[in-house]
């Protein structure tokens, strides 16, 4: 007998995350997140995605061992800016057991007809920076921090009780040796020139700061016009102030701005913290913080986190001086591999940008929905 119960309490929630743990042991592809951060998530007084969406963290029981987890997510924003009549469920993970999933999805479905919503969709986090989808291809190939992995019989489970695709997502990966900079260099200076814009760079994180408003904005304004995107608000930017920027090597964080010094572009890469985090196991400490400080500085990965452009600019070449000063970073630290995180099928614009550097596709993933 499956039993579904709500995780309301620190140790239940510390449970809800472990599930994953226990899932995923042993396998060399799953990263796992830092569970003192996992829990700072998930707690309403810290993080402001719980000021505009209601959450309900199941977990499943059989014989009295947790077999399976999600989040329930009503996103009001998304409600009522977007007019989208959807709940959302994240964060699932379960075993080898349709009913389990069955069950579970079940706790969604109350949730959605509670409030007289029209869908349900899956799996994606509370905003559009958290996590999203399961993976339908790559998994043989390592995850990376702003990813969940998941299991092939996922998509089986999700299709058999009526699930079906809602949005589709590619990965991928190309060597840093593909990038031939000429094509860029030489525009970046006309362009340059032509609309007296400028690059920014940096070297300090409190120089990054106030920049990020405006890149949030950018932000915002870039991908309005995607499927489900919800703006992020004002407390959510400092939110994000602190959980991201903060983590990210100012180095790797590029602004372009406009003779007015208004910002019209900007990149985010990471370092790649795949293999620290396995060897956190989910602990800062004892040796946690050593080996993420250690990719922090001398990873040879780097993951391109977010690239956006305003739509006056974006067909006037203004990521030339965007990949202009990515390569010239990449370079002098030595990267050899360039990670693209999940793109949305359909937002051809982003995908045309890496065209010349020959991307492999190497993971695919995807949403699923349901009519209530």
Known sequence: ????????????????????????????????????????????????????????????????????????????????????????????????????????????????????????EGPIGFSNLDKVGILTEGFDQIGNMITWYSMPYYVEHFEKLGLTKEKEYIESTFPFSNINPDFFQKASGLIKQRYGIKSLSFTKTKDVMPYVDKMFDLFNDTYSVLQSFVPINTIQKEYFKKKYISF??????????????????????????????????????????????????????????????????????????????????????????????PELEENIAVQKLWKNFNPTINKRRRTYSKKL
């Not at 977007?82 to 999933?101: A, C, H, P, Q």
């Open 1 to 120: 007998m499956i039993t579904i119960k709500e995780a309301k309490t620190k140790k239940e929630l510390k449970e809800f995350i472990m599930f994953s743990f226990d899932l995923y042991k042993g396998n060399p592809y799953w990263v796992p997140p830092i569970i003192s951060e996992e829990l700072d998530t998930f707690d309403k007084d810290k993080n402001p995605a719980f000021n505009s969406a209601e959450v309900h963290f199941y977990l499943a029981y059989k014989e009295n061992k947790i077999v399976g987890k999600l989040a329930a997510i009503v996103n009001w924003d998304e409600i009522n800016i977007l007019k989208k009549s959807k709940v959302r469920f994240g964060w699932f993970d379960v075993i080898d057991d349709i009913e389990v999933t069955k069950a579970l999805l079940e706790k969604v479905y109350e949730l959605g007809n509670k409030h007289q919503l029209e869908m349900v």
């Open 248 to 341: 990210i090597n100012p180095e790797y964080i590029k602004f372009v701005l406009d003779k007015d010094d208004k910002m019209v572009a900007f990149a985010i890469m990471m370092p790649g913290y795949a293999e620290a985090l396995q060897k956190a196991k989910g602990k800062l400490f004892p040796l946690g913080f050593y080996h993420l400080l250690k990719a922090r500085n001398n990873s040879k990965e780097v993951v391109f986190y977010l690239i956006g452009v305003t739509p006056e600019y974006q067909s006037k070449g203004v990521t030339a001086l965007i990949f202009e000063e990515c390569y010239t970073t990449c370079k002098a630290k030595g990267i050899e591999m360039c990670i693209r995180t």
